[in-house]
C-alpha cells in the first residue's frame, strides 16, 4: 500500500471520529479490525458496541485497559 492511500484512510477514519465526537460520541474499540473500505472507496468506522454517549454520562468514561492477560480488565474512570 502507497503511502497516499494510507492518508487517504487515516484523514477519513479521522474525519469520522471528528463527527462521532462532535455528537458527545467515544467509539472506546478503535483498531484496524473496526475499519472497513467499501467496493467504492469509502472508509467505514464499524462495531459501536463499546460507544459511549458523553451527554448521558456527564463526561464521565469507563475505560476497559487490557493488559498481558486477555482475560484480566482494568477499569479506570477518566473525565474527558
Known sequence: MEEQHIAYIAREML???QHLHS???VHRD???ANIMMSILGEIKL???GLCIDLKETGGEV???LL???????VIVLTSI
Open 15 to 17: 474525519k469520522g471520529l
Open 23 to 25: 455528537v458527545n460520541m
Open 30 to 32: 478503535l483498531k484496524s
Open 46 to 48: 464499524i462495531d459501536f
Open 62 to 64: 469507563v475505560s476497559l
Open 67 to 73: 493488559r498481558y492477560n486477555p482475560l484480566c480488565y
